[in-house]
Each structure stands twice: as C-alpha cells, then as structure tokens.
C-alpha cells in the first residue's frame, strides 16, 4: 500500500474515533429539566369563592418557566389555562367523567403541560381510581373521577423516565383515609407493571398531612413499596398551609435523576395574594445516563 493512500486511511480511521467520541458526549449531555406541582383550586366560581377568570391566564403564563408542570383541580376553568398557552406548550389531560348524565361529575383534574419540545418522545396513558370516598357526605370526591396520569418520556439522548401525576382523595374522616391507601395500593400496582426499573417522578396532591402520623405511616409504606425519595423534606409553605403536595423520585437502571435545586415558587401570586389555596412547588433536575450504562 502506498505511503498516501495509507496516510488518508490512518486520517480516516481517526476522524471517525475522534467524531464518535464526540457524537458519544454530546449524546450523553445531562439534561436540566424544571418540574412544577400545583393544585390550581379549579373550581368552579361560585365553590372557588374568588376569581379563576384572573388566576387562570396568570396561571398559565407562569407554567411556561417550567418543562414540565403537574397542575391537580383543573376543573371548571380549562379553556382559560388553554387561551393563554403558548402553540409550543403539549397538554396532556387525566381521565374524563365517568358519564356524561351526571351533570355534577368532573373528570380528574389533572392536566400535565410539557415544554421540552418537539425532540423528546411523550407517552401518557390516564387511570381513573376503582375506589373513593364520599359522594352525598365528606368532601363529595366521588363526583370528582380522580385518579393518575402515567407520562413516560425519552429525551433526545435517549434517557428514559416515568412521570406520574395524581390527586388522592381529601377529607379526615377514617373511610377518606382507607380510600386514599387503596388509591395508593393501585398507584403501585400500576407502575411496579409499567415502569419496571425505570426512574421515576410521583408527584401531586396526595391529601395526606405529613404531621398527621397515621397519613405519614401511608407516605412511607408507599416510598418503601417503589424505592423511592421525597423531595423538599425541611420545605414549608410561605402562607403556612399544612403539606399536602409532595414529589417523589427514585433512579433508574439507566437514567439517573440529581436534584440541583428545589423550593416554593413565591412567583404564584398577584395582587389580591396567592393564585391558588396550595404552595406552587419546584424542583430543578439533572437528567443524565447512568455511568455503567454508558
């Protein structure tokens, strides 16, 4: 073989060793990615007692900071959040009614926005709960067909994860509390099937008063059943509200979740006060490959 054509294949050999390695980096980027929770006190006007009509558009243009927001109670005032969303913004909704004769019946509430863009792959599939407590008594929650949303996403790079949405039922009473450990019992039924070692975000209003230590017995019975982490242990609403919402997260096989940053985000508010009943709570992730799966 001449000492030019050798020269060329040597050049060659290189540049597609050096530009793998890079393609393999910048595959592999971490990836940061904001998630907000928030119950949006959807309700409708005359039960909300304030007015939505002016929360809503402040609402929305709010979720726009973030990648991914899980918004619970967007009940009555859907079409006002939809108006004042950017085309870009995916919208995921939970599950409907249970049947269009009940006058009185919503569906979930849930509503999961995304803005990771057009790049990442979205799944989601909604799961109404087979249990609740309360429909002529307590806190009506069966009118309501509350439940879950699973949101599987793949970035660009191809890390994998589960996003899980959901809203238990409310009220103190002993039936509320049984409903919510069955409501529970199902979530990880659920994902244990669709998620198996995949990482993993839970998150939403989960009803349960971490102070309270027959709720908190369920909060942990149910972090020990999926392995996973609360997020924002020591964080405590500005107003002074009892902690309700929480965010769960574990890792994965191969995609692991670091958290950067997480809080309150004292943004939701306007002038009359805050835009909703429940702290708007954050975290900022580290999306990235787990390093033996490289």
């Not at 119950?39 to 979720?63: C, M, S, Y």
């Not at 792959?121 to 309501?144: K, M, R, Y």
């Not at 949405?165 to 244990?192: E, F, M, P, V, W």
Request: glycine fraction near 6%.
């Amino acid at each position: 073989m001449s000492r030019p054509i050798r020269s060329l294949l040597l050049l060659a050999s290189y540049t597609l060793m050096f530009s793998g390695k890079f393609a393999t980096a910048k595959i592999d980027s971490p990836i940061e990615m904001e998630l907000l929770v928030y119950n949006t006190h959807g309700l409708p006007t005359v039960f909300a007692k304030d007015n939505p009509d002016k929360r809503f558009p402040a609402i929305a243009r709010l979720t726009q900071r973030y990648e991914l927001s899980l918004l619970q109670e967007d009940f009555a005032h859907h079409e006002t959040l939809l108006q004042n969303l950017t085309a870009q913004s995916l919208v995921l909704r939970g599950n409907a009614r249970r049947s269009a004769l009940c006058l009185f019946c919503s569906g979930s509430g849930l509503t999961t926005i995304s803005n990771l863009g057009q790049r990442w792959h979205v799944e989601t599939q909604a799961e109404a709960f087979n249990s609740c407590s309360g429909w002529l008594g307590g806190l009506n929650d069966c009118f309501a067909n509350k439940g879950f949303q699973l949101v599987l996403l793949e970035s660009p790079s191809g890390n994998r994860l589960m996003v899980v949405n959901t809203h238990l039922d409310a009220g103190r009473s002993a039936s509320d509390r049984a409903a919510r450990a069955t409501q529970l019992k199902q979530i990880t039924a659920r994902i244990r099937k669709a998620a198996p070692g995949e990482a993993l975000i839970v998150a939403g209003d989960l009803n349960l008063d971490w102070q309270d230590l027959k709720d908190r017995a369920l909060l942990e019975q149910f972090r020990e059943d999926l392995n996973l982490i609360r997020i924002g242990n020591n964080v405590q609403a500005v107003n002074g509200w009892p902690i309700l919402d929480y965010i769960f997260y574990r890792n994965g096989r191969k995609t692991t979740l670091e958290i950067l940053e997480n809080g309150e985000d004292l943004a939701f508010r306007n002038e009359d006060g805050p835009l909703s009943d429940h702290p708007a709570f954050f975290v900022k992730f580290l999306v990235q490959t787990r390093a033996s799966a490289i």
